[in-house]
């Protein structure tokens, strides 16, 4: 499974952004979904995930209510709405796929087998 995440941006803060990951291969369908994201000298942290079905959904409590994670298996590809957006949620964004048939998300990033290369999020106070 290859994933290509996009969408980032420069926005200020209050502002809206949706990223998209795009995958390649038949697996994706099985697979659960998610996005974790890096700000400079942290660690990687856990933003949300999805399920294969598209339910299942589990998000971080930091963007809880204001983050939504979907995906389109027909289109191989997942979103993540991200609104009402603040200074903190500066970071590289990552995209991740769990390895086939592992259908229920989780927030650990031990639990991914493929990543994306990472987009920029930088929200401006």
């Known amino acids: 499974v290859q994933l290509q995440a996009s969408g980032g941006g420069l926005v200020q803060a209050g502002g809206s952004l949706r990223l998209s990951c795009a995958a390649s291969g038949r697996t994706f369908r099985s697979s659960a979904m998610g996005w974790f994201r890096q700000a400079p000298g942290k660690e990687r942290e856990f933003v949300a995930t999805?399920?294969?079905?598209?339910?299942?959904?589990s998000y971080a409590d930091s963007v809880k209510g204001r983050f939504i994670l979907s995906r389109d298996n027909a289109k191989n590809t997942v979103y993540l709405q991200m609104n009402s957006l603040k200074p903190e949620d500066t970071a590289v964004y990552y995209c991740?796929?769990?390895?086939?048939?592992?259908?229920?998300?989780?927030?650990?990033?031990?639990?991914?087998?493929?990543w994306g290369q990472g987009t920029q999020v930088t929200v401006s106070s």
């Open positions: 991740a796929a769990r390895r086939p048939g592992m259908v229920v998300g989780t927030s650990s990033k031990d639990g991914y087998d493929y």
């Open positions: 999805i399920a294969w079905s598209g339910g299942g959904t």
